[in-house]
Structures are given as C-alpha cells and as structure tokens.
C-alpha cells in the first residue's frame, strides 16, 4: 500500500520505543509513513487516537484491524485477567477502532451518511474455525471477530433504487489458514449469500476488491496450496 503512494498510519502503544526507528525505516523506503500512539482497548484512546490521525494526516480511507495477542493457557489454568486481555485486545480492540473510524467515514460522506466512504478490513485467524488446546481466549476471540465483521458487513450494505448496490464499500474480513479452513469458511460465506469470485494474480484480486461493494469478504492471502485469491461479494 505504501509504495503504492497510500499515506500509511500505523497504530502502537503509548510511548513505543521502535516507533521512531520503523518510521526511518519506513522512509528510507520512500514510504509517507506516520505513527498514532493508542490504547485500542480503550474507548476515550481510540477517539483520541482517530481525531489526531484526522488532524494531521487526513480523511481515513481504509482501517487494517490488525492488533492481536495471546496468552495461552489450559481452561482450568488460565486466569481471568488472561482471558480479558486477549478478548480486549482481539475482539474489543477491533470494535472500538472500527467503531471510532466507521463515525469518521459516515462523517466523510458525500451527501449523507448512507453514502459514507471507506473500508474497514478486520484481521482474523483460523483459530475462528479450528480449535487449537490451550488457546480457547484467543479461539473465543478471533471468532468473535469473523461473526462481528459479517454482521457489520450486513449493517452497511446500502442498496439504491430498484435493489441496486451503491458504491459504499463494506467491510472486509482476511482469513489465512490451511486449505480445509479455506474451504470451510468459503462454504459458509456462500450460505450467507455471498458469491465467489477467484483470481490467480493479487493485483486483479485487489481491483475486484475495489469494484465489490458493499460486503466483501477476501479469503487465501498467501496460502501455498492455492492457486491465487477467491473474492466473495454479496
């Protein structure tokens, strides 16, 4: 995206130390990259952290939910703090950044907020589909991220006269994970109504992305077994 002339901001905690050291590197890349500090599990940080974005750097186009953490540990061993921070974080994280950048894309709307602009790409796992031991926070987690992300898809799906689609883009959900967890989540995606598209080269995978709207889901980023990219549209 940013050698691709997009202004990159990239989220981190309060005080970071490798903030200023990614942003040099960032640069000697030729990369118009930028860093917002914040707290994504909490809601006063998030707004704050949106507002300055807005302030320094511009409209917000995309949002790549992408922050993520575990603490494993075996149900009966595993605290309540443990389990909080991951679902924080993970699932919590995820809502109160898109909630705080959904506000500013309805806000950024050419006439109403119908006709709202932007796309909100939430980062999933496949451990929203296959159990793994130990893990059952961030299982929790990430599969509540993938039933949030189809439901706010639906939540902004704007349709103009006659059933048609408008240009409103909706929200994207990225899974990677071996081929069975592919095939698994493509056929449920298919009966939620979605259609499937399917690309050999990224680049055509990323213009049907762009053309879909407004509920896209993008699923094999990168999976070895598979020749290229299916694109689900509604």
């Known amino acids: 995206l940013g050698k691709g002339g997009i202004r990159i901001v990239a989220g981190c905690l309060p005080g970071y130390a490798k903030k200023d050291e990614w942003l040099s590197q ?3 890349q030729g990369i118009a990259a930028h860093a917002a500090e914040g707290q994504v599990d909490d809601y006063e940080s998030c707004v704050r952290m949106v507002a300055a974005i807005r302030q320094e750097v511009g409209e917000i ?25 991951v679902v924080d974080v993970n699932l919590k994280g995820a809502f109160l950044v898109g909630q705080a950048v959904a506000r500013a894309m309805v806000q950024q709307g050419v006439a109403t907020p119908d006709q709202a602009s932007g796309s909100i790409i939430n980062m999933s796992s496949g451990g929203a589909t296959r159990s793994h031991r130990g ?12 039933a949030m992300t189809r439901a706010l898809a639906l939540e902004h799906e704007v349709r103009g006269q006659g059933g048609g689609v408008s240009d409103t883009k909706g929200l994207i959900l990225v899974v990677e994970d071996e081929q069975a967890i592919f095939e698994t989540l493509k056929l449920r ?19 049907q992305v762009e053309a879909l709207r407004p509920a896209a889901v993008v699923l094999d980023i990168g999976l070895p077994k598979l020749e290229g990219t299916e694109v689900c549209r509604r």
């Open 189 to 207: 995606l298919k009966a939620d109504g979605f259609t499937v598209a399917h690309s050999r080269d990224g680049e055509d995978a990323l213009r």
């Open 61 to 85: 186009d995309i949002l790549v939910n992408n922050a993520g953490i575990t603490r494993d540990a075996r149900l009966e061993k595993m605290s309540e703090e443990q389990f909080d921070q």
């Open 26 to 28: 960032m640069k000697a």
């Open 135 to 146: 893990m059952v926070a961030y299982d929790a987690s990430k599969g509540g991220v993938e």
